[in-house]
């Protein structure tokens, strides 16, 4: 399946300007994951990216971003801590809320794995976490920071050093090492009550296997581990090894995707009388969410018109309802005379044109509403046939409908 990536930006938890990239299938997504890169790291790490389009490949849509001061996201890094990380991760999963719907799979690779173990309460949206190399505290990342500089150890909370990790210069402050002490990310584990999957190496020479251990046991069922044979902790030496992440993710998440208990929340409640469509919109934006039944879709308007084009215009949705119709229309008709009809495609295309121009229309003053249609009919029909299908196309009920007088009643 092909996907397609776009840009994003949005507010941070200090008030930066944060970098996302929005990785989304070929088609409706079939739920969305957010995606917290490890400590240090970035949203455009190889591992990360081959993840991520390995899972919009499998109909998933995926919210990757740089916390602040890393990759392209404003801000100094030295001013965050784990805590303004989580506070950046709650922010990326309400913005992604606002438009596309909430985030229902949260996935972190090693010190964004801590976060989303943290960090999944506050997503009311999450329904599923996954981790990858993660550590099972933030006592890990403290111990290898005063490694690389005891200097820190005694200072006050405002010094701060710089340090070699994984070969990138970094600085970091005392406050860190703080923030860093007061998490208690084992309680959170065991409170979590979601479906978790845990990746990692057994011969992972950043963060040890035994941690993927302590994680486990601290998790409540149903959970899951996924041994990473033969991978390095950043998944850069076999680009293989990152693919399989995805495409292991996506079969897991399958299981409670496909089954129903995914991404069906509030407006399940809201679907309320049968035959009725809820829609819902976030905060801003045009992105809306359409329930009918158990069917979802999605409506925005196109990036030239401020949207963020993640699913039809309203207009696009009337002519698909428009067309859908007709050949359904076409479909019933034909079955019922017994006419070899094998298949059929509608074109429509809407436009504003000059009452003056529609020789037809009762209204010769500003503009109406024009809509064209072609259809296509397959098979060994004659003339009358094709003749007598096109006069009952326009007979569909939708179309009698636009046509007929209609009162809409908003309350």
């Known amino acids: ?23 989304l299938p070929d088609g409706e997504p079939r739920a ?4 917290a890169h490890c400590f240090t790291c970035s949203k455009d790490l190889k591992a990360v990216v081959r993840i991520s389009r390995a899972l919009a490949e499998r109909g998933i849509g995926v919210f990757r971003f740089d916390f602040t001061g890393l990759g392209e996201s404003e801000g100094d890094f030295a001013d965050t801590d784990f805590s303004s990380n ?32 943290a960090a999944a309460k506050r997503v009311p949206s999450a329904r599923l976490v996954a981790t990858i190399g993660a550590p099972s505290d933030t006592d890990h990342l403290r111990r290898t920071l005063l490694e690389r500089a005891p200097e820190l150890a ?22 860190l090492l703080d923030d860093l002490a007061r998490q208690n990310v084992e309680d959170a584990i065991g409170e979590l009550g979601l479906p978790l999957l845990i990746f990692h190496s057994p011969v992972d020479q950043v963060v040890g296997i035994d ?8 998790a409540k069922h149903p959970k899951s581990f996924v041994s990473l044979d033969g991978a390095d902790h950043l998944l850069l ?32 409640e809201a679907a309320g009388r049968p035959g009725e469509v809820v829609v819902t919109g976030g905060a801003s934006g045009f992105a809306n969410r359409i329930a009918s039944g158990r069917h979802r879709l999605r409506a925005d308007e196109p990036a030239s018109l401020g949207g963020t084009d993640t699913g039809p215009s309203p207009y696009e949705l009337l002519l698909a309802a428009l067309g859908a119709c007709k050949s359904m229309t076409l479909r019933m008709y034909a079955d019922r005379k017994g006419w ?39 098979g060994p029909l004659d003339e009358e046939q094709r003749r007598r299908l096109l006069e009952i196309a326009d007979r569909c009920p939708v179309h009698r409908t636009l046509v007929s007088e209609i009162e809409i009643l908003s309350r």
Do not use: N
């Not at 922010?91 to 949260?106: M, V």
């Open 32 to 35: 969305f994951a957010l995606f």
């Open 237 to 268: 030496d076999r680009p293989a090894d990152a693919r399989f992440v995805g495409e292991v993710l996506s079969a897991w998440a399958s299981r409670f995707v496909d089954a129903g208990e995914v991404g069906e929340r509030a407006e399940d």
């Open 340 to 378: 070899p009809l094998e298949g059929v495609e509608v074109r429509l295309a809407h436009s504003k044109v000059h009452a003056k121009d529609c020789a037809e229309c009762e209204t010769k003053e500003g503009k109406i509403d024009r809509i064209e249609v072609g259809i296509e009919v397959e």
């Open 211 to 218: 941690h993927a251990r302590r994680i486990y046991q601290a």
């Open 154 to 175: 005694d200072a006050p909370g405002s010094a701060e050093a710089e340090i070699d990790l994984a070969g990138r210069r970094i600085r970091v402050r005392r406050q």
């Open 86 to 117: 989580l506070e950046d991760l709650v922010a990326a999963a309400s913005y992604l809320g606002e438009r596309w719907g909430g985030p229902e799979i949260l996935v972190g690779h090693s010190l964004g794995g801590v976060a989303v173990l």
């Open 1 to 23: 399946m092909a996907t397609k990536t776009d840009r994003v930006r949005f507010e941070g938890a200090l008030g930066e300007r944060l970098a996302a990239r929005l990785e």
